[in-house]
């Protein structure tokens, strides 16, 4: 029997997805542990990649270097069919010398190391990367910021990482120079976009073809005409989106300032459940979001929506709650909110529920209730599957909460009372007491 030896190596660097930590620069756009998320969804990936790669090449191997875990922890988020190491001290120039010189003295003769931040990278590109190295002593993947996603070697070269200005845009000229100086010859695979800060976002959404899917989203209206505005402005930065406005009547200028907008108008019966599925019949997208008028969604909304939805396991989604007011008690009622959502998987309509259309439908729509119709059709969903809690809030008014704990007292009576069956009229007039 032959001996196929697995000469060919591609080695990861990834930081385990530690909240404030990773994608710093996505911070200010999506929170602590939306970027965290974020890093966490491009790892798996390009290790989704990579392992695509060792299933079409007999030669193949993949090593994980990390920052910011345990090996125990990485094999657990990973899986343990792969090799794993510390990436250690230093800069990425020492860590990408160590790298390749335990990769060769481990048996390695061609060896490619890669990023996580270049959502277009394939199996394909793996493959050409070796394919080149049969002719170039170096092979680079620029990536269109000035930096590149991939470097290959077919010897250790630790001359090509000596003083190179890392996380700048001169990375990948530096290296071109490097090379040359040191007469190596290089080949270069096609040029990627990479995923550093909020602009670059859509990238995601272009690698993953997820940015075809378009998003309504669904906006119930009664005399808005002070905060729709804010919403929608928001809600049009999200890319191939359309705001739908589902109007119950308002007599100030809710409507012609939608229209203004662009967004689809529509009216309907007063009552939030009315509304909604009136919106939702005359949307075009493939997703849908339903969002209160006083409620701000995040940046980057609508690549987080996608992201969530293309998860085979999940049936619909909803963001964390922030609310936008500085009184006592209100961290409190955030904490829990954000806990029952995530734990009990049970978020409320301030939250921005999605799901797809298809899902929609075979629910029925929202139950045409004057009341709880946001929790009767997150039970329903239970039901099918799971549901993705996006670790980035949405901002909703405070204007209910003025009386934090008398609003928050009233809110569990009334969901208790709907489920030992009180009316759903009288709970209508207990809610409108706040």
Known sequence: MTHISRDRRTIVFTRYPQPGRTKTRLIPALGDRGAAWLQ???????????????ASDERASAEVRFVGAAGWQMRQWLGRNLSYCDQGDGDLGDRLVRAFAAAFAGGAQQVTAVGIDCPGLSASLLQQAFSALAEADVVLGPANDGGYYLVALRQPEPALFAGIDWGTERVFQQTIDLARSLDRSVALLPALDDIDRAVDLPVWDRATGDFQKRIS????????????????????????????VADGGSQDDTVSIAKSFGATTVESTPGR??????????????????????????????????????????????????????????????????????????????????????????????????????????????????????????TTSGRRWQNVWRTTLLNQVIVLAYLLNVPPDRLVRWYRQQ
């Not at 966490?40 to 060792?54: A, H, S």
């Not at 008028?293 to 929506?305: H, K």
């Open 40 to 54: 966490r969804r491009m790892t798996e990936r390009t290790i989704e990649t990579v392992r695509q790669w060792i």
């Open 217 to 244: 989203i669904v906006i119930p209206t009664l005399n808005e005409a002070k905060t729709l505005p804010e919403t929608l402005t928001r809600v049009l930065q999200g890319r191939n989106v359309e705001a739908v």
């Open 273 to 394: 459940a009315s509304q909604m599925n009136a919106g939702a019949n005359v949307a075009t997208g493939e997703i849908l979001l339903f969002l209160h008028a006083d409620t701000q969604l995040p940046v980057g909304f609508d690549v987080l929506v996608r992201q969530a939805l293309s998860e085979s396991q999940i049936v619909a989604g909803a963001f964390e709650l922030q609310i936008g007011a500085s009184l006592p008690g209100l961290p409190t009622v955030e904490r829990v909110a954000n806990w029952r959502s995530r734990v009990l998987q049970f978020p409320y309509g301030d939250q921005g529920i999605f799901l797809t259309r298809a899902c929609f439908c075979h629910l029925g729509g929202f139950p045409e209730l004057p009341i709880m119709e946001d929790f009767e059709l997150v039970r329903q969903l239970q039901r099918r599957g799971k549901l993705s809690i996006v670790p980035v809030p949405v």
